[in-house]
């Protein structure tokens, strides 16, 4: 862990704050370092009970593993018992503790290295990374409504990423661009990520070989060298709930791992259809699930970075649709955190979730609940932190925009409260005494342009002036802000050699192989 | 505390929410029992520095007292140093420990009586109440906007939070009634209160003759040796910061006190303004207020149940104006209630605040940052639960819909997690095993019904489903609900003596004096 130095920063790092507030993105915090102490909801005796019952999944069911040989290999050489369903499924039994050895050479805290060595990110301890939304078939805007998502999408939301000061990591599928062939979208995907933001991003999971065509694109970049030493790139995987881990998650864990770079294990929890809705049971499941997968890694290659992580949700009574953004998920998602700190992994866990089909107020109530729980509840890397709705079937250009404003906010909450004599302003109060109004004082002229988060997206003026000036909501405001943003954004620099290098390698990729759409 | 009986609940309430929600309004909590810790983001060194900071202010600045005379002998007969400034006006300094030594007769937790007993509250300890929110002189809809409030508009919040099962007290000035006379008004408020819900209210605190007849009001309906020994009716005591407490207040304060009746002391503080703007200094100027002004009512009569109380908010940079919902109040909030709790104190703390002047994303994102720093610091009592718009100046008709569902969710936050074997749900994942739904498991089946909050606002079906069916928004969905709840009110029963007797009393207050319109 010698190569990691913590990022100079002013206390509470207002000043940076300030800095990016006058336009200076460069000069944004690469990611946050916590001021508050995690949110503890549950006694150790609980904890102990869930550790356990997640033990007892591992020891009594078992996992399935689908069609990937040399990981039950590896399952099988570290004492797990594994036994052949069929020459292709395993089910795959863990000894009581087995597991927590393997995973104790993971690393509690990593550096994901970025183009820009001033954006790189330290994942893991008391560190929090924000990245945008992943997964969403469809994207959205007020003006043209939802639609499949594009390439052009793709580029676009790379780009408001990279435009926010509130995100530290570009994320990975940020939405699928639908119009590239399903063989050939990590091309463009990992390109866009490269070419259009310098900060850290997640490279393709959807194949194998589409995992190695994103590391070898991260070799262009960075240097085979400098790859196979630090974390350049990483893979976030899902495991099948409930308790099944198929070949390609596997293999794909396995290449990054291999290359010493990061993966994130992802049981996706939906309380009802794929876990118990019960939260302990589904926090349990949960945590099972991601130390199976995660040892894949740690077997593959002792010491590659690796993010535990869940994801937890609600269904509706009603309709039986998933729910996102409500309180049960909250709640398992802060327990998630401190069970992630008994194991000391970094975690990755909820985000800004959300149900709603527009950027409204259901949308931000549910968002501002479930990100609650992941920066309360210690989470290192918050997927999904901007851009969320519909149940993550869209990407919205509005909610990115709401989001990554919010994600700012979050920034001073996590600061915390300086108590000393200077925050404790016994002097202000005296300068005037009772019934003086403060604006005057020296304290408060000091401290006043840096003692609030300012939001850029929230209207906080009067009434008369709010409504003389149009009497837009904020999802209004927010289309004006990303097209602006969009109209204004310079990418950060290329050297032009590797851009060509980049170019190279896609097209060469992209002429060996027939177009597939499935 | 003999006459205070903890209501009988099944674990986590599911039972009395699943009653409420298929509309047995009657059966809803009367208040919420916490069943996750508070979260401490402060270590007791440094609240050991606020409190010491409180104390100086108080010993070396004081406060600074108008126009009551009782009060200022109150203080002086207790040890406080007082130095007449005017005929009218003293500058009260107390030695360090004073105010704490003379809060200790102040009650930890007491119970306020609702005129129908299955809605009485208990205020302190681990105990969360909801109320609508306070003092806005506008009100608005999403159909004819923004305009002055009327005792029409009172009345309609009244129903509107008595028809919420998840609003446990019907407040008080939920917006302010215009066109009734200012001298009038509170016979109409308090019977508004008395006559629409059957829950705990506010009295009347802008003059001591109108919380005098608030007062009289209450034991119309309670009788009046109950009223001299139970809490039926509270009033709201702002201190005119920074560090005055003035004549009309500090009567009011007496006046409940003597009448054995309930009082919150709330510093109003806005940062730079009539506070430091550094967090720290705000809740240390907060603390030194709230215990001045609980005094008075522990001073008056000991044990009087009395509310330590605190109102943060921050401003813009850029307009100078108040913001809510920001991020360092809700962390000045989160520490106030340590704070409280050291004292050993009810409080009352935050609410659903917003800056936005619609129903928007934006309202309810800031709305949930200050809501969340209520219920997870510990806060008692909180008032502005629901409708809070436009920084206070304006009552909404769909944030309040809005605000008492996500109140609903806060509900489920509290109950937080059982950890049991039926919780943690390892038979549900052995029925099936690997890879298969756990819909039909009997686990699922079991706890289908009560597993999961529903709201009753969110639209959580799919996209299609939604477009389908209009496409709204929460706000329009909000707005036809309010509506409907109106058409479907049904008052709770009352005796027509009583009601009699109330009318007859206001007829007489108000045939007495002219009418008064400032």
């Known amino acids: 862990m010698a190569d990691i130095v913590e990022p100079k920063r002013a206390r509470g790092g207002r000043t940076q704050r300030r800095e990016a507030r006058s336009g200076s993105q460069a000069i944004h915090r690469p990611y946050i370092v916590r ?6 909801i549950l006694s150790d005796e609980s904890l102990t009970r869930i550790e356990a019952t997640a033990d007892r999944i591992l020891a009594e069911i078992g996992i399935e593993l689908r069609d ?22 395993w089910r795959v039994k863990f000894p009581p503790g087995m597991l927590r050895e393997i995973l ?23 560190n929090v990374v924000f990245a945008p939304s992943y997964g969403s078939p469809f994207v ?12 052009e999408d793709f580029r676009n939301f790379v780009k408001l990423s990279q435009a926010s000061p509130w995100l530290h990591h570009s ?7 639908t119009d590239v062939p399903v063989n050939k979208r990590h091309l463009d995907m990992v390109y866009a990520h490269l070419r259009y933001s ?12 589409r995992a190695a065509d994103s590391i070898e694109m991260a070799r262009v970049v960075f240097g085979a060298e400098f790859v196979d030493q630090n974390c350049v790139i990483m893979g976030n995987f899902n495991t099948t709930s409930p ?27 939906l309380g009802g259809a794929v876990a118990p809705l019960t939260i302990a049971g589904m926090v349990a499941q949960g945590l099972a699930e991601s130390m199976a997968s995660c040892a894949i890694a740690q077997l593959t290659r002792p010491g590659a970075p690796t993010i535990l992580a869940s994801f937890f949700s609600s269904m509706s009574l009603r309709t039986g649709s998933p729910t996102f953004g409500t309180p049960e998920p909250a709640i398992g998602s802060l327990a998630m955190g401190q069970l992630a700190r008994r194991l000391n992994m970094p975690l990755r866990c909820a985000g800004n979730f959300a149900t709603s089909k527009l950027p ?3 949308a931000m109530q549910q968002s501002m609940m479930s990100m609650m729980s992941a920066i309360q509840g210690g989470a290192n890397y918050v997927l999904h932190s901007a851009g969320f709705l519909d149940g993550l079937l869209s990407m919205s250009y509005e909610k990115h925009v709401l989001d990554t404003d919010m994600c700012g906010a979050l920034h001073a909450y996590m600061d915390g409260m300086a108590v000393d004599d200077d925050a404790l302003a016994f002097e202000a109060l005296a300068e005037l005494g009772p019934g003086q109004h403060l604006f005057s004082t020296q304290h408060t002229l000091r401290h006043y342009e840096t003692a609030y988060w300012d939001s850029e997206i929230n209207d906080d003026r009067p009434f008369e002036t709010w409504s003389e000036q149009g009497g837009l909501d904020s999802a209004q405001r927010a289309n004006q802000r990303w097209k602006k943003t969009l109209a204004e954004f310079e990418a950060p620099p290329m050297d032009v050699a590797t851009d060509d290098a980049l170019k190279d390698f896609m097209a060469r990729k992209k002429a060996a192989m027939p177009d597939m759409w499935y």
């Open 360 to 362: 409204d107020g259901q």
């Open 140 to 151: 959205m805007d007020l003006d043209k409504g939802r639609r499949y998502g594009t390439i």
């Open 35 to 40: 001021g508050i102490p995690t949110y503890d």
């Open 198 to 209: 310098d900060r850290g991003f997640l490279g393709s999971i959807t194949a194998p070989e």
């Open 104 to 126: 104790k050479t993971a690393p509690p805290v990593f550096t994901q290295h970025a183009r820009n060595p001033a954006a790189n990110v330290l994942i893991g301890g008391k």
């Open 243 to 269: 308790l099944v881990i198929d070949g390609v998650t596997a293999s794909g864990i396995r290449t990054y791992a291999a290359a010493n770079q990061g993966s994130i294990h992802l049981p996706f929890l």
């Open 171 to 177: 994320g990975g599928t940020v939405c699928e661009p």
């Open 68 to 89: 990937d040989i040399p990981t039950m290999e590896l399952y099988r050489k570290a004492g797990a018992e594994v036994t052949a369903q069929s020459d292709r499924v």
